[in-house]
C-alpha cells in the first residue's frame, strides 16, 4: 500500500535513470514519474515514436538502434535539450536512457549549471548480463503509449494486447538476442563510466535489480 502513496517533495526533482539495457530503467522510470507528478523523459522511446510516425530524426535513428549502436551525440543531445525546456519540465523530470555517454553527461551538467541547477539523483539499477538477456526475449513493447510488460514476469490480462490503450504488443526489433549482445557491450564501454561520474558528483544511489519489480520500487522510494 504504502508503495502507492505519491512521493512529495518541495523542490523540483531532476533525475537521472542508470543501467544495462532491460535493467528495468523504463519500468521504474514509469513509477517514478506517476509518484512526484514528474514526465518521464526516454529518449528510445522519443527515438520509436518518430520511426512509427516516419519523420527524418526517425529515419537517422533507425539505422544505428536497429544495429544495438548508439545514436549519435550530435542528434540526441539536441533532441534532450528541447525536451527538458517544454513547460511540464519546470518541477523536475526523470530521465531514462539519457544521458549515455560522458559526452552527454557533460552536456547536460554544463547546460544545468547555467541556470544554477543539477541533477538532484542517478538511480544506478544493477542487473547481472546473464538475467538481461532472459529479460529481453520475453519483454514486450506497446509503440503506441509506451507501455511495456514481460511475457513471464509482467504480462498483460489479454495475452499481446496493451492494458493502457488496446493496441497490439511487439517484440522490439532490438531486442532480438544477437542485438542484445552488441546493446550489452555498448552499454560497458559507453554507458557504464556514467557510473563512476555521478559518482564523483556525488548525486549516485545503486539498488540491485535483481528483486521484483515493487521491491525494486521500494528501494528507490527510501531513496527519494
Ligand atoms: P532504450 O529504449 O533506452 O533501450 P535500453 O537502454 O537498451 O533499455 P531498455 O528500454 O531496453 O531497458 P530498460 O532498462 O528500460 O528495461 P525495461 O524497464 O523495459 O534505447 C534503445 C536504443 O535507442 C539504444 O540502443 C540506442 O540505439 C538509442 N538511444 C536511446 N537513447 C540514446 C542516447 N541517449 N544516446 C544514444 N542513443 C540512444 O525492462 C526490461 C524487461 O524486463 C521488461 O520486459 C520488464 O517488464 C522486465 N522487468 C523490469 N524490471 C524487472 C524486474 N525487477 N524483474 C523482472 N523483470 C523485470
Ligand atoms: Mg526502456
Redesign the pocket.
Known sequence: MRDRLPIRREDAMKIVML??????????AKRIAEACGIPHI????I??SNIKAGTELGQQ?KA??DQ????P?EI?VGM?MDRIHEADCKDGYVL??????IP?AESLTEALSRTGEAIDAAID?EVPDEDIVL??G???ACLHCGA???TC??PPRLENICDHCGHELVLRD??KPETVKT?LE?YHAHTYPLIAYYRAAGVLHEVD?????DQ?FAEIREIL
Open positions: 543501467g544495462a539495457p532491460g535493467a528495468g530503467k523504463g519500468t521504474q526516454s529518449t528510445g522511446d527515438f520509436r535513428a544505428f538502434m544495438g549502436a548508439l545514436v551525440d540526441t534532450l531514462d536512457g539519457f544521458p549515455r555517454t552527454q539499477i529479460r529481453m520475453g519483454r514486450r511495456t510488460y514481460h514476469f509482467h532490438d531486442d546493446r555498448v535489480g535483481t528483486k521484483n519489480m525494486v
